[in-house]
Nanobody, 121 residues
Framework: QVQVAESGGGLVQAGGSLRLSCTAS????????VAWFRQAPGNERERVSC??????DIADSVKGRFTVSRDTAKNTVYLQMNSLKPEDTAMYYC????????????????WGQGTQVTVSS
């Protein structure tokens, strides 16, 4: 019933920018928590950001370069990525759960299919 989908990934040169979008059907983002995770081959899955109500969190590894925001009218959450580095290369996933943000990926019931971000040097 609930479907989550990401878009906006692609290939970009180091120092460039991308904006990822996350949309959902059957779930209002205004009343729930939406998180961004990323995973590269050989690396652990990392939570990049989360937004719930007026609360936002950005991981230390991307703080100052990435921001998360929500458009309530469009029921869309964005991840703006600036000053991209090759180490940002990963599959990026959008995930949602009721009410509040949680640290563990297992706490999120709804996941998108992922969108690939590749940063070249």
């Amino acid at each position: 019933q609930v479907q989550v989908a990401e878009s906006g990934g692609g290939l970009v040169q180091a120092g460039g920018s991308l904006r990822l979008s996350c949309t959902a059907s059957g779930l209002r983002f205004t009343d729930n928590a939406v998180a961004w995770f990323r995973q590269a081959p050989g690396n652990e899955r990392e939570r990049v950001s989360c937004i719930s109500g007026d609360y936002t969190d950005i991981a230390d590894s991307v703080k100052g370069r990435f921001t998360v925001s929500r458009d309530t009218a469009k029921n869309t959450v964005y991840l703006q990525m600036n000053s991209l580095k090759p180490e940002d290369t990963a599959m990026y996933y959008c995930a949602a759960r009721p009410f509040v943000c949680q640290r563990r990926a297992s706490a999120y019931a709804y996941w998108g299919q992922g969108t690939q971000v590749t940063v070249s040097s």
